[in-house]
């Protein structure tokens, strides 16, 4: 079970946009703006996509933004397009210890 | 060019003991936090410790607690986790990855492979 719960699965057509919750509790993604997001293809290492909530690293297409509401924060992709079919993963700073989401596999129909 | 290489990784039996390694390049390696993140084979990433930058502040989680120690040699760009009391649960790629932008990871290595089993 993880820390942080995320939905296992989304889906979007070409040029739609999609949600990936990620919700957790008081003492962490509520408690600091330290949520980040990562995506994965399946046998590669993670890439962070967005940092401190909201916040896009150099590089990163600006169809990611991020955003945050209490315990939950939340991952929009918009205009999807078939490279963004990718597992997703939350983090988030809890204090003394750190933590994910479980992931969300992202399929574009 | 930020790097992260991982080694020390392999097969070792329930109980036994691994150390792996992380050597970084790139970047001022004694300025960042750094972490070890694991994913079992065909699972979710996993947080498993972090330190920062001159090594006074040590975290875990909960599974590898007083199992796993974490620690870094910023005079050659190391960083280190010694694996204790393995367990078949353990069996992972573990990476290491740079806390930068307050993340778990802004770099990450290509990760190296524990298999606990008999």
């Known amino acids: 079970q993880s820390a942080l719960t995320q939905p296992p699965s989304a889906s979007g057509s070409p040029g739609q946009s999609v949600t990936i919750s990620c919700t957790g509790t008081?003492?962490?993604?509520?408690?600091?703006?330290?949520v980040s997001w990562y995506q994965q293809y399946p046998g590669k290492a993670p890439k962070l996509m967005i940092h401190?909530?909201?916040k896009r690293p150099s590089g990163v297409p600006d169809r990611f933004t991020g955003s945050k509401s209490g315990n939950t924060a939340s991952l929009t992709v918009s205009g999807l397009q078939a490279e963004d079919e990718a597992d997703y993963y939350c983090?988030?700073?809890?204090?003394?210890?750190?933590?994910f989401g479980g992931g969300t596999k992202l399929t574009v129909l | 060019e930020v790097q992260l290489v991982e080694s020390g990784g392999g097969l070792v039996q329930p109980g036994g003991s691994l150390r792996l390694s992380c050597a970084a390049s790139?970047?001022?390696?004694?300025?960042?936090?750094m972490h070890w993140v694991r994913q079992a084979p065909g699972k979710g990433l996993v947080w498993v410790s972090r330190?920062?930058?001159?090594?006074?502040?040590?975290s875990y989680a909960d599974s590898v607690k007083g199992r796993f120690s974490i620690s870094r040699d910023n005079a050659k760009n190391t960083l280190y986790l010694q694996m204790n009391s393995l367990r078949a649960e353990d069996t992972a790629l573990y990476y290491c990855?740079?806390?930068?932008?307050?993340?778990?990871?802004?770099?990450w290595g290509l990760g190296t492979l524990v298999t606990v089993s008999s």
């Open positions: 990855s740079r806390g930068g932008s307050y993340s778990l990871g802004d770099y």
């Open positions: 790139g970047f001022t390696f004694s300025s960042h936090w």
């Open positions: 330190i920062n930058s001159d090594g006074s502040a040590i």
């Open positions: 008081s003492s962490d993604v509520g408690a600091y703006n330290y």
């Open positions: 401190e909530v909201s």
């Open positions: 983090s988030s700073y809890g204090g003394n210890r750190d933590m």
